[in-house]
């Protein structure tokens, strides 16, 4: 059974530029969660998809954008990149209603770097 | 400001020796959740704790959550090399989970 996937490993970006970071979710599970993790932080929740749509929000700028697909599968879309946004991106996924609290399994992780 | 104060912020101790670590907040969490995440990886989910009070183990970590259901803490008895990483709580709100900033844990030979 595999688990959460994400794709590229690492990413080297210049200020400017737009990045798509990728995720597939741990089998049976619905839910797609992103999370930004500066050096030394823990997570910051982005956002997260169920059914295609963007359930709930994090606060983060609109340069930040998702897309969830019909086989759950989801893309984070960052535009316009800024040093600042260089962190370990992380997908997280989950069974929606599947129990009283949401648990949920991560991905590797994609390392984004701006120059 | 995080919404979950981890403590310590680092740990450093010689294998064999117990530890605890405390996860705090000021908010009613329906459950929280301890990872772990070593470098360059993901957190790795340990434990979910959702009723006040409850005490989970896992061979030689404990996991409490408090009555109030605001804080947690884990304990580890005799440590070893392998329980080095990042130690994060995460507690769960209405639509989304709100992480601590972790406790850096390395355990020396």
């Known amino acids: 059974d595999a688990g959460v996937t994400q794709s590229p490993t690492h990413l080297i970006k210049t200020r400017g530029q737009q990045v798509t970071l990728r995720c597939s979710p741990k089998s049976g599970h619905d839910t797609v969660s992103w999370y930004q993790q500066a050096l030394g932080q823990g997570p910051q929740f982005i956002f997260q998809?169920?059914?295609?749509?963007?359930?709930q929000r994090g606060n983060f700028p609109d340069r930040f954008s998702g897309h969830q697909f019909p086989n759950y599968s989801s893309e984070l879309n960052v535009n316009a990149l800024l040093l600042g946004d260089s962190a370990l991106y992380l997908c997280?996924?989950?069974?929606?209603?599947?129990?009283?609290?949401?648990?949920?399994?991560f991905g590797p992780g994609t390392r984004l770097t701006v120059l | 400001t995080q919404l979950l104060e981890q403590s310590p912020q680092f740990l450093s101790i010689q294998e064999g020796e117990n530890l605890t670590v405390y996860c705090n907040s000021s908010s009613v969490f329906s459950s929280l959740q301890w990872y772990r995440q070593e470098p360059g990886e993901g957190p790795v989910l340990l434990v979910t704790?959702?009723?006040?009070?409850e005490v989970k183990k896992l061979k030689r970590l404990t996991f409490q959550f408090g009555d109030a259901r605001k804080d947690s803490s884990l304990h580890i008895t005799a440590a070893q090399p392998g329980d080095t990483g990042l130690y994060l709580c995460a507690g769960a709100m209405v639509n989304d989970m709100r992480f601590g900033a972790g406790t850096r844990l390395t355990v020396k030979p």
């Open positions: 997280a996924s989950s069974k929606l209603g599947s129990t009283v609290y949401n648990e949920q399994f």
């Open positions: 704790v959702v009723t006040g009070g």
């Open positions: 998809y169920y059914e295609e749509e963007e359930r």
